[in-house]
C-alpha cells in the first residue's frame, strides 16, 4: 500500500472512530418497567406539575418504562415515564403512587417538613371543591399522596362530610375530611 493511501486509511479510520465512539460509549439510563395502577387512567404530563400538558392518559394495566429518580413537586412525588403506543413513544411525568411496586416509594409525606399537611388516601384521587359540600363545582382532582395544607378557616359540616379548607397552587378548595390523613 502506497504511504499516501495508508494516511487516507488511517485518517477515515480516526474519523470514523469518533464518530461512532460517543454513541457507542455512551450508557443509556438505567429504566425499569412498572405497571399503571389506575383505574381511570393516569395522566402522563409534559413535566412533573399539575398545570402541565396531559400528553397522554395511560392505562390502566398497561407497562411503561421508568427512568431517574423521582421528582417532589406540588406535594407528589413524580416519576419521568415512556411509553410506546400506535409507533409512536410518548414521554412525560406521573404521580408515582399508581405505578405498580415503583421501587423505593415511600408515601410522600418524606418531602413535606410543614406542620398543618393532610395526605390525600382516596385510591382514585380526591377532588377538591370550590366549597364545602357536594353541590360545589370540582375545581380540580389530586392524586392519591398529595399533600395538601390546611388553611385557618373551620371545618363545616354538610352532605355528611366534614368539609376542611385547603390551599392549593396559590388558591384555597374544600375537600372531604374522611378522604384525608393528618401528616406530622
Given amino acids: 500500500m502506497k504511504k499516501g493511501t495508508f494516511v487516507r486509511v488511517l ?4 474519523a470514523l472512530a469518533l ?19 389506575a383505574p381511570l387512567g393516569l395522566n402522563l404530563r409534559a413535566a ?24 417532589w413537586y406540588q406535594g407528589i412525588r413524580w416519576t419521568w415515564a415512556s411509553v410506546t403506543r ?3 413513544t410518548y ?6 403512587a399508581y ?18 399537611g393532610f395526605k390525600v388516601i382516596a385510591p382514585s384521587g380526591l377532588r377538591l371543591r370550590s366549597g364545602p359540600g357536594l353541590s360545589y363545582y370540582v375545581v380540580r382532582i389530586v392524586p392519591y399522596g398529595t399533600i395538601l395544607e390546611r388553611t385557618s378557616t373551620d371545618a363545616v359540616e354538610a352532605d355528611g362530610y366534614k ?5 392549593f397552587n396559590g388558591s384555597t ?5 374522611d378522604f384525608l390523613q393528618k401528616v406530622p
Fill in 86 to 88: 400506535w409507533g409512536y
Fill in 48 to 71: 412533573a406539575n399539575l398545570s402541565a400538558p396531559v400528553v397522554l392518559v395511560l392505562r390502566n394495566g398497561e407497562t411503561v418504562s421508568v427512568a431517574g429518580d423521582p421528582i
Fill in 99 to 116: 405505578l405498580a411496586n415503583y421501587p423505593g416509594y415511600n408515601e410522600p409525606i418524606d418531602g413535606y417538613t410543614g406542620n398543618k
Fill in 11 to 14: 485518517i477515515v479510520a480516526a
Fill in 163 to 167: 368539609w376542611i379548607e385547603l390551599k
Fill in 19 to 37: 464518530f461512532i465512539a460517543p454513541a457507542s460509549l455512551a450508557a443509556p439510563p438505567a429504566t425499569t418497567t412498572m405497571v399503571v395502577q
Fill in 173 to 177: 378548595a374544600w375537600a372531604a375530611k
Fill in 91 to 96: 414521554e412525560g411525568y406521573c404521580a408515582s
